[in-house]
């Protein structure tokens, strides 16, 4: 099982909702990411767990709470959005004790927020 | 501060013929330098990658060149297909990959 599985595909949410993002993997990796992409922009890195711990917060706003679980699934929880934070929302795992690793993707959630 | 720049948002290239997608990094402590594709609805997925050690790697149609006294790399793909039509990748890191940053992409169309 090489997959990154994130769930849902789409989510349409008001600026009052409280939603959560899912991801799992089921390949043994203990680090696990989220990343954020606007069209036409990079993906851009927002955190990283490594071995369950918060390793990697890039100056998110608090708006966004991400959580691990267990070493299988990551979760963003996202509270009072805003229509700017509309993106396409990756999850990635890797192995955190392996240099020259490559990141296995998600297929991502396309988040709207109205 | 954007450190992996794809300057060509699009490219466009004959069915057969060669394609040549750039990239330029600013930071010097990148060691690892990957490219990843992506069709619409999926996420990235890896295809190609090169270390700071070495100045080619190849994989089948794909060969990664990397120049650091430039900071440029490239993706040729020869021949191109139609199924290589993608949105292609160009993503960096240190060390290990827990900071692994990424280009804004750049759309490849083959066409038949």
């Known amino acids: 099982d090489t997959e990154v599985t994130q769930t849902p595909k789409h989510l349409v949410m008001g600026m009052t909702n409280k939603k959560s993002l899912k991801c799992e993997q089921h390949m043994g990796h203990r680090a696990m990411y989220w990343y954020k992409q606007k069209a036409k922009k990079p993906p851009e890195l927002m955190f990283v767990?490594?071995?369950?711990?918060?390793?990697i917060n890039e100056s998110v706003p608090s708006r966004f709470s991400p959580e691990c679980p267990n070493s299988s699934l990551l979760n963003l929880h996202l509270h009072a959005l805003q229509p700017e934070d509309s993106a396409l929302y990756l999850c990635?795992?890797?192995?955190?004790?392996?240099?020259?690793?490559?990141?296995?993707f998600g297929s991502g959630t396309q988040l709207s927020v109205l | 501060d954007q450190q992996v720049k794809q300057n060509s948002p699009s490219l466009s290239v004959q069915e057969g013929r060669i394609s040549i997608l750039n990239c330029d990094y600013t930071?010097?402590?990148?060691?690892?330098f990957l490219w990843y594709k992506k069709y619409p609805a999926e996420g990235p997925t890896f295809l190609i990658s090169i270390s700071s050690i070495k100045d080619k790697n190849e994989d089948g149609r794909f060969t990664v060149f990397l120049n650091k006294s430039a900071k440029h790399l490239s993706l040729h793909i020869v021949p191109s297909q139609p199924g290589d039509s993608a949105v292609y990748f160009c993503a960096a890191s240190k060390g290990n990959n827990n900071d692994m940053r990424f280009g804004a992409g750049t759309r490849l169309t083959v066409k038949p």
């Open positions: 990635a795992s890797s192995h955190p004790d392996r240099v020259l690793e490559k990141l296995f």
């Open positions: 930071n010097s402590m990148f060691d690892y």
């Open positions: 767990y490594s071995y369950e711990k918060l390793s």
